[in-house]
Structure formats: structure tokens, C-alpha cells
Nanobody, 122 residues
Framework: VQLQASGGGLVLVGGSLRLSCAAS????????LGWFRQAPGKARDFVAA????????YYEDSVKGRFTISRDNAKNTVYLQMNGLKPEDTDVYYC????????????????WGQGTQVTVSS
């Protein structure tokens, strides 16, 4: 499985970025694709996930209403539209193949690729 994240960059507070993740190597119909963020030496913070089969979404509380995850099954690509960015959103963002308990948000990570840096400056 290969996951290639892109779209990060430097943005001012309140700005927007759209991250993309191209997935290849196997089918994902049984799983979800998601995003997490992680600073060096720190734990992963789950951000959002989307079911590959039916498009069900799940968001971490701090990004609800600001971030939107979507997918393009034909392109095997997942997107994360990030609006209203805050300095605390600064991090390296990774996309991953995950298994998610949709009622509790408990997530298990299976595969992930290289991340893309998002920096929000005030």
C-alpha cells in the first residue's frame, strides 16, 4: 500500500488549505481512509476519516465545522479541506488506512505514508 499526501504549506490564521492523498496498492472497501497529525516526538492526533464504501465521515472535535474530508473513489484519492485554520493546527499531516469504530472514534492505523507539513502563522 502506498499513500502519498500533498497540499501542505504555510498559511495565515483563518486561511484554507486542501490536502490530497493518493492511495494505491490494494482495494480499501473494507476500511476507511483518514488523516492524523503528529509532531516529532509526540503522539498521533486523529483528525478525520471517511468510509471508503459508503462515505460515512468522522471528525475529531476540534476540527468539526472547519475541516471536511471527502473521497474520489475513481481516483483512489482522499481530500481534507481545511478552513478557518488556527495556529494549533500546525503539524505534519499524514493520511492513513484505518479501521474506525464509528460510534466511539477509536481508531486503529494500518498503513500510512509520508506526511505533509501544515504551518499556520499569525
Amino acid at each position: 500500500v502506498q499513500l502519498q499526501a500533498s497540499g501542505g504549506g504555510l498559511v495565515l490564521v483563518g486561511g484554507s488549505l486542501r490536502l490530497s492523498c493518493a492511495a494505491s496498492g490494494r482495494t480499501f472497501s473494507r476500511y476507511a481512509l483518514g488523516w492524523f497529525r503528529q509532531a516529532p516526538g509526540k503522539a498521533r492526533d486523529f483528525v478525520a476519516a471517511i468510509s471508503w464504501s459508503d462515505g460515512t465521515t468522522y471528525y475529531e472535535d476540534s476540527v468539526k465545522g472547519r475541516f471536511t474530508i471527502s473521497r474520489d473513489n475513481a481516483k483512489n484519492t482522499v481530500y481534507l479541506q481545511m478552513n478557518g485554520l488556527k495556529p494549533e493546527d500546525t503539524d505534519v499531516y499524514y493520511c492513513a488506512v484505518v479501521d474506525l469504530d464509528w460510534s466511539t472514534g477509536v481508531v486503529e492505523y494500518y498503513y500510512w505514508g509520508q506526511g505533509t507539513q501544515v504551518t499556520v502563522s499569525s
